[in-house]
């Protein structure tokens, strides 16, 4: 595939002011007629019109009131391109297109229900020929015709101005957005939908009408998604002063979705899975998750909407900002610690592995193939923590100055990242030159921290190196004759010191007169600096990047009774955990070191990380205690993360290692988990917020350990919490645990889940995918079975996350196991899924991403499959991306 280069943007030659679209929908296909205004732009190079297209059959073509001559315009590609075009006309076309063949998803297509619309990035040239880039803003009027008793709702995007019938039983509405908007925005939808409203007041007076349309017979798990619209709209008015700007906020559930959701105006379209929820069908995640993708949303309104992308390379602009926001959010609505502590997981799991392998890119990617392969966790997540230590580095008041500066300055346009960063600037004073290298720096930098303390002196000295490893990015610029300069990194390092009782000190740095506070911002700019800290009476424990305030690899050579000191003591719920953690990593790594020189015994589990964790549990239940922040702390980390760990990967031995400490942990504090998960039983009717869900959450992760035991037991325990489950979340926790067990019960419950279950889609997923993620053996095979059960569709991008995805990305003990069986059902669902839906289909094949990690028997096996998928033949850009890169 053909690359594209940020370094080649040009200003459009023609704008669109008005765009009338007109789509008139019938069984086998539907007829887009488009009126589109246009001019030239005054800024740009002129040349001729060229308008996006894909997989259209172009009916009629004219300008200005007459038909286009055959020799003023031809098709280059499936580019139309007309050379002569005066300063202002109006372009007229008529389509025709095919939704109901639409497996990609992408563009206007067919589910169950009716036809959805899906733009971004490029899904508009697939309904109509259009200039389909961001940066081209228009006005729209959106009118749809379809039958009316299959598709009694038909929207579009902002207010409904004219409806009615039409002869054989067909209807049509007309909406109106009065923004402008780049056509990636567009939405419409002509459905069968049950509809649940509401309204929202805004500080200004504004009211705005809330709905969430749903399939028929859905409107019982409508209400958290409802709530979740007005604590947003409340949540972005009181912390950034933003309000909802049209009169009808329309949220639209969909089954077949390739991803979470999608802003569009006024008309978000959400993957079902982040809009319904009820007590017996939802998990308590999947309640925070709902919250979460609604606000994300619905705060791209601003961020994204109202100053939206000059160009796709900028797509963190919008992205990593309102993740950033949603995280806020996420912030003050539930437990501010649990919640940054899930997203350092996250981080960790997903982003750190992309940034060391062969698809690292920098937040802003200077080059691409296929614009979807980019919506990643290095624009997003990684992207989100850049606009987070801009927010660390200029305080929350100046952010917000920032945050008022960019929208003064830009509202309405289409803007760059630097766009962003000025504003930020001039709003704060802070010079943000260098911290600029975050957009155009691939890789995860590393911090090595020493310290140093100077009894006679009572100083204590932190010396901090930067590394930033140059990766696959770096080799491909170069290659391209784009050399990329690199440097060091600008970022906050948030600390505090303990003394020995755990204690906070107080901190002044060299050069202040009076300490100033107990936590400190120290700003890193130079690869090699150091921090004094004066008035130290004894050797303290560091608390370094508190919060974690940098996404960097921190090495600081801890010791164990640091750790258990931190653990203890440290104020930072974010670091308590992480103390947790690097203590487990180092054990665990010992633990596969055993298990690799043929030791089966587990003495290399210290005594005092089991007297720590017992210690850790019963801290929930002291006054002030807070279970949800144990259950984090009781998990060790994944096996993936452990595999970034090692410098070649051992899969069976991480597994090993992580089970057998499982195990020896529930061996050892069998009473403990008992008696709490006895102690955290609960009759409070259900609600998935806030204490009882983290009780439920410590319950569930002593359930856990508890399934570990080879007890009956215990596993009597775990069927009993499978059938007496008042809620998905418990129900959802045995069967997890129950399909790891190869006990007769496992089946009993799996049956009995399916069939109660078979008829919701959501469920559904859920039992593919404890299956998918059984540690048992012969799971790759039963994975292999599953698709061909009547649950599982290829074509549904849910269930081939749930099966697929699951296995691939989160069980890789099987995914990388020694006959390569995993790699190969792998591939075999790229090559299959790749003509329906690339774009899931590009999903599958990143977990190929880190092949190279592993010994050469599972990467020869790796590269077979890969190589397969290569030699396909009509690739689409998207695997071809991937897998090519996976290859370089
Ligand atoms: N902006 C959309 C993602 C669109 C993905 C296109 N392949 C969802 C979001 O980030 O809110
Ligand atoms: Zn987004």
């Given at each position: 595939p053909a690359t594209i280069y940020l370094k080649d943007y040009t200003p459009p030659n023609c704008l669109v002011d008005q765009v009338t679209l007109d789509i008139s929908i019938h069984a086998g296909f539907a007829r887009v007629a488009a009126r589109l205004a246009m001019r030239r732009n005054p800024v740009s190079a002129g040349g001729p019109l060229k308008l996006d297209g894909e997989d259209l059959q172009l009916e009629s073509l004219s300008l200005d009131g007459q038909p286009l001559t055959a020799s003023a315009w031809r098709l280059e590609g499936e580019t139309l391109v007309i050379d002569e075009v005066p300063d202002a006309f109006v372009l007229e076309t008529v389509v025709r297109i095919d939704p109901d063949q639409n497996?990609?998803?992408?563009?206007l297509y067919r589910s169950k229900d009716g036809y959805f619309t899906q733009c971004e990035a490029q899904g508009f040239r697939r309904i109509t020929y259009y200039p389909d880039r961001p940066d081209v803003m228009a006005k729209f009027v959106c009118t749809l015709h379809a039958d009316k008793a299959s598709f009694p709702v038909l929207l579009a995007n902002g207010n409904p101005v004219a409806q009615g019938d039409e002869d054989n039983g067909r209807h049509w509405a007309t909406w109106e957005d009065p923004f402008a908007k780049p056509a990636y925005l567009f939405a419409c939808v002509a459905a069968k939908l049950d509809m649940v409203e509401d309204y929202y007041v805004t500080t200004s007076g504004r009211r705005v009408r809330c709905a969430v349309y749903v399939e028929?017979?859905?409107?019982?798990?409508?209400d958290h998604a409802m709530a979740a619209i007005k604590k947003s709209m409340k949540w972005d008015e009181d912390v950034f002063g933003l309000e909802m700007d049209l009169d009808h906020y329309m949220i639209v559930a969909v089954g077949d979705f390739n991803m979470g959701a999608m802003e569009n105006k006024g008309l978000n379209i959400f993957n079902t899975k982040y809009v319904l929820a009820r007590p017996d069908t939802a998990t308590d995640t999947d309640y925070q998750n709902i919250d979460r993708v609604v606000a994300h949303e619905y705060f791209h309104?601003?961020?994204?909407?109202?100053v939206t992308c000059?160009?796709?390379?900028?797509l963190s602009l919008k992205e990593g900002l309102t993740v950033f926001r949603d995280q806020q959010f996420g912030m003050d609505m539930h437990s501010a610690g649990v919640t940054r502590i899930q997203e350092v997981r996250g981080l960790r799991a997903a982003q750190f592995p992309e940034d060391a392998g062969p698809m690292a890119h920098p937040i802003r990617p200077a080059s691409y193939a296929e614009i979807n392969n980019f919506y990643t966790a290095t624009v997003y997540e990684k992207g989100a923590e850049v606009i987070r230590m801009i927010h660390t580095l200029i305080g929350k008041q100046a952010f917000r100055r920032g945050m008022d500066l960019y929208f003064q300055r830009h509202d309405g346009q289409a803007v760059t990242c630097e766009d962003f960063i000025s504003a930020m600037q001039d709003a704060s004073g802070k010079d943000l030159a260098q911290f600029q290298r975050w957009y155009n720096q691939a890789g995860t930098p590393k911090l090595v921290v020493r310290s140093q303390f100077d009894a006679a002196a009572r100083r204590y000295t932190l010396e901090v190196t930067q590394q930033f490893p140059a990766t696959p990015y770096e080799e491909r610029m170069t290659k391209d004759g784009l050399p990329q300069a690199r440097g060091p990194y600008h970022l906050p390092i948030v600390i505090g010191l303990l003394d020995g009782e755990g204690r906070e000190l107080p901190l002044r740095l060299e050069g202040e007169t009076s300490p100033v506070g107990t936590q400190r911002v120290l700003e890193l700019r130079e690869a090699q600096q150091r921090f004094v800290f004066e008035d130290v009476a004894t050797e303290p424990v560091p608390s370094l990047l508190r919060g974690f305030s940098a996404p960097v690899l921190l090495d600081y050579p801890y010791s164990t009774a640091q750790l258990t000191h931190l653990m203890a003591y440290d104020t930072d719920a974010v670091n308590r955990w992480e103390a947790g953690q690097r203590l487990a990593t180092g054990i665990l790594l010992e633990g596969v070191a055993a298990i690799q020189a043929g030791k089966t015994t587990n003495d290399w589990i210290p005594q005092d990380y089991i007297t720590a964790l017992a210690r850790l549990l019963g801290s929930a239940f002291v006054e002030g205690g807070d279970p949800a922040l144990v259950a984090e702390a009781l998990n060790p980390p994944s096996e993936n993360v452990l595999a970034e760990q090692m410098e070649v990967v051992d899969p069976d031995a991480i597994h090993g290692a992580r089970m057998t400490l499982l195990r020896t942990l529930a061996r050892e504090l069998r009473e403990a988990f008992l008696a709490a998960y006895l102690e955290l039983a609960s009759d409070e009717?259900?609600?998935?917020?806030?204490e009882q869900a983290g009780r439920r959450a410590l319950r569930n992760a002593c359930l856990s350990y508890l399934a570990q035991l080879d007890e009956a037991g215990a596993q009597a325990l775990v069927v009993g919490h499978f059938e007496q489950a008042g809620n998905m979340t418990d129900t959802f926790a045995a069967l997890a645990s129950l399909a790891s067990l190869d006990i007769p019960a496992r089946h009993v419950a799996l049956d009995s889940f399916y069939s109660k279950w078979r008829d919701e889609a959501l469920v559904v997923d859920k039992w593919l995918q404890v299956q998918a993620l059984s540690r048992l053996p012969g799971t790759t095979a039963d994975v292999r079975a599953l698709m061909t059960h009547p649950a599982f569709d290829i074509r549904n991008p849910n269930k081939v996350y749930a099966l697929v995805r699951a296995f691939c990305a989160a069980n890789p003990k099987h995914f990388h196991g020694a006959d390569g069986e995993g790699y190969r059902l792998a591939a075999d669902v790229i090559l299959q899924l790749d003509p329906m839906n690339p774009q899931v289909a590009s999903r599958i094949a990143r977990c190929f991403d880190r092949w190279r990690k592993f010994d050469p028997a599972r990467q020869a096996l790796a590269r077979q499959q890969l190589e397969r998928i290569r030699a396909a033949s009509s690739l689409s850009a998207d695997v071809a991306e991937v897998v090519g890169k996976a290859l370089e």
């Open positions: 497996t990609q998803l992408s563009g028929p017979g859905k409107l019982d798990q409508c309104n601003w961020t994204g909407n109202r000059r160009d796709w390379f900028q009717p259900y609600s998935p917020e806030g």
